[in-house]
């Protein structure tokens, strides 16, 4: 099954945001992907300091924006995992809806360990689901549940996932520091060693997308379950790339073999 991991630009509005929505999802659709991921609160964009201040954030804009990204699905024929702020009653949460290739939308994984620093701005989620397209099981993990909390991870593979989705964001456009060069180098930050850990200690794909900014922490990247690097963007790089894998190859083995009743809490005396 091909799958598409988008870099955009960390978009200032919406609109810009759907400009690189429709840009990359054709790209992708061209190379035969499908189902292409974006990366974290990609609509209206993740509230970067000395990022310009998102004023979109109200439930209409917000509605508009999944509507247009449901016909761009059935145009293209492509599930698309789109990151998004959302609101849930007077709650705002950070969540990454689903999208089938037909334009349905199947439903959102909200993100439920949020950064200390995000929960000014964010209610966490407390849940999780596993969604299915075509012949593909996956589940989905945002940003900082994903690199530090692996049980976001292993909870969709133990339930068959075969490919986890990262949409997440690393990285600034206005902080100089040093351009990352090699893909999980020894002096990167950890990032991209969690990614590889994530495929590795739950035997499965691991799809993490970033945004494409000047000064970025961690590229999108797609990890085999043997934790290899199979793919990845250029860094700062605007763009989609697609890789063909073999769903076979994701066994959940590892996952599978967990023994959560040896990590119960012991009864107190």
Same mark, same amino acid.
């Given at each position: 099954?091909?799958?598409?991991?988008?870099?955009?630009?960390?978009?200032?509005?919406?609109?810009?945001?759907?400009?690189?929505?429709? $840009?990359?999802?054709?790209?992708?659709?061209?190379?035969?992907?499908?189902?292409?991921?974006?990366?974290?609160?990609?609509?209206?964009?993740?509230?970067?300091?000395?990022?310009?201040?998102?004023?979109?954030?109200?439930?209409?804009?917000?509605?508009?924006?999944?509507?247009?990204? /449901? /016909?761009?699905?059935? $145009?293209?024929?492509?599930?698309?995992?789109?990151?998004?702020?959302?609101?849930? +009653?007077?709650?705002?949460?950070?969540?990454?809806? %689903?999208?089938?290739?037909?334009?349905? %939308?199947? +439903?959102?994984? /909200?993100?439920?360990?949020?950064?200390?620093? *995000?929960? %000014?701005?964010?209610?966490?989620?407390?849940?999780?689901?596993? =969604?299915?397209?075509? *012949?593909?099981?996956?589940?989905?993990?945002? @940003?900082?549940?994903?690199?530090?909390?692996? *049980?976001?991870?292993?909870?969709?593979?133990?339930?068959?996932?075969?490919?986890? =989705?990262?949409?997440? @964001?690393?990285?600034?456009?206005?902080?100089?520091?040093?351009?990352?060069?090699?893909?999980?180098?020894?002096?990167?930050?950890?990032?991209?060693?969690?990614?590889?850990?994530?495929?590795?200690?739950?035997?499965?794909? =691991?799809?993490?997308?970033?945004?494409?900014?000047?000064?970025?922490?961690?590229?999108?990247?797609?990890?085999?379950?043997? +934790?290899? @690097?199979?793919?990845?963007?250029?860094? +700062?790089?605007?763009?989609? =790339?697609?890789?063909?894998?073999?769903?076979?190859?994701?066994?959940?083995?590892?996952? $599978?073999?967990?023994?959560? /009743?040896?990590?119960?809490?012991?009864?107190?005396?």
């Amino acid at each position: 099954m091909k799958i598409a991991i988008a870099s955009p630009p960390l978009p200032s509005t919406i609109k810009e945001g759907l400009y690189w929505l429709d $840009k990359l999802v054709a790209e992708a659709a061209e190379q035969a992907a499908r189902i292409v991921c974006f990366p974290e609160s990609f609509i209206p964009g993740y509230p970067l300091p000395n990022h310009p201040p998102v004023t979109e954030r109200n439930q209409p804009a917000l509605q508009a924006a999944l509507d247009h990204a /449901a /016909a761009t699905a059935a $145009k293209y024929q492509m599930g698309i995992i789109l990151p998004m702020d959302w609101f849930e +009653g007077d709650s705002l949460l950070n969540v990454a809806f %689903v999208i089938a290739p037909d334009g349905s %939308v199947l +439903g959102y994984q /909200a993100k439920t360990q949020l950064d200390p620093t *995000e929960e %000014v701005i964010w209610k966490a989620g407390t849940a999780h689901r596993v =969604f299915t397209i075509d *012949e593909l099981t996956f589940g989905i993990t945002i @940003c900082h549940e994903g690199f530090r909390y692996p *049980e976001s991870v292993r909870w969709p593979a133990r339930r068959g996932a075969q490919v986890v =989705f990262h949409p997440h @964001c690393t990285g600034s456009n206005v902080d100089e520091a040093e351009m990352l060069t090699e893909w999980g180098a020894i002096s990167n930050p950890y990032y991209e060693k969690a990614m590889m850990m994530r495929s590795m200690e739950n035997t499965i794909f =691991f799809a993490s997308a970033n945004y494409a900014m000047r000064y970025p922490e961690s590229a999108s990247s797609l990890i085999a379950p043997n +934790g290899t @690097c199979l793919a990845h963007a250029p860094y +700062g790089e605007p763009g989609v =790339f697609v890789y063909d894998i073999n769903l076979a190859e994701a066994t959940g083995l590892l996952a $599978k073999r967990y023994k959560p /009743a040896n990590f119960a809490e012991e009864a107190v005396i």
